[in-house]
């Protein structure tokens, strides 16, 4: 299947800082994003869905100035924590689907700490 | 290593009864999560099972046996909307996903 890469696994920042998350499809073209929140023992919830070259379109409740999303190439999709706080720690998934892409393919996922 | 395992593809008749299963070894167990995704949209959540047993939403019911490391998910009285794909994910012991290259399936009148 085809691969979806999310970097950085996990990160450790201090609190009012700026956190970026990186999702590239290494072998097809990612014509739409999705970017996932999930908290321990809860489901994955989306907070954004981004078309290449286009604004994202985020779920409600997302604050859109605070979760920076940039799908500026057909490869890569940046997810960007701004002035974290304790309470955005959790684990944040990406994916990716494109034109003939019937699935959305998963990256890894990345485990957020604010302290 | 960690692995998910369900099967690729799967067919089944409008009306019926249909079972998708999904086997795991994983360094963990934190709970294990089944999810619908239509072609090019977001999956959506379906169930979340932590405890052995069944438990039933609907239509859709998930049973998870911890020592087998074996999940299945059983959809009833199938409709043509049913036809998509089926994620399994695992999270482990340091939370993190563990998700399944997920089965699609099929729904013929």
């Known amino acids: 299947g085809a691969v979806v890469s999310q970097h950085p696994s996990w990160v450790i920042c201090k609190s009012g800082t700026s956190v970026k998350i990186e999702c590239r499809s290494l072998?097809?073209?990612?014509?739409?994003m999705f970017w996932y929140r999930q908290f321990p023992k809860q489901s994955l919830m989306l907070m954004a869905t981004?078309?290449?070259?286009?604004?994202?379109?985020?779920e409600q409740g997302v604050e859109k100035d605070k979760f920076l999303i940039n799908h500026a190439s057909l490869t890569l999709s940046t997810l960007t924590v701004t002035s974290a706080h304790p309470e955005d720690s959790s684990f944040y998934i990406c994916?990716?689907?494109?034109?003939?892409?019937?699935?959305?393919?998963f990256g890894q996922g990345t485990r957020l700490t604010v302290v | 290593g960690q692995n998910i395992d369900q099967p690729t593809e799967m067919t089944a008749t409008e009306g019926a009864i249909v079972q998708i299963n999904c086997t795991y070894q994983?360094?963990?167990?934190?709970?294990l999560f089944w999810y619908q995704q239509h072609a090019g949209e977001a999956p959506t959540f379906l169930s979340y099972?932590?405890l052995d047993g069944l438990e039933e939403k609907g239509r859709f019911s998930s049973f998870l046996s911890r020592s087998k490391g074996y999940s299945y998910l059983l959809l009833k009285e199938l409709q043509m909307k049913d036809s998509a794909s089926y994620l399994c994910?695992?999270?482990?012991?340091?939370?993190?996903?563990?998700w399944g290259a997920g089965t699609k399936l099929i729904i013929k009148p």
């Open positions: 994916s990716a689907g494109g034109q003939g892409v019937t699935e959305a393919f």
């Open positions: 072998d097809f073209q990612a014509t739409t």
């Open positions: 981004s078309n290449e070259g286009s604004k994202a379109t985020y």
């Open positions: 994983t360094s963990g167990f934190n709970g």
């Open positions: 099972n932590v």
């Open positions: 994910a695992v999270m482990d012991s340091n939370y993190q996903l563990i």
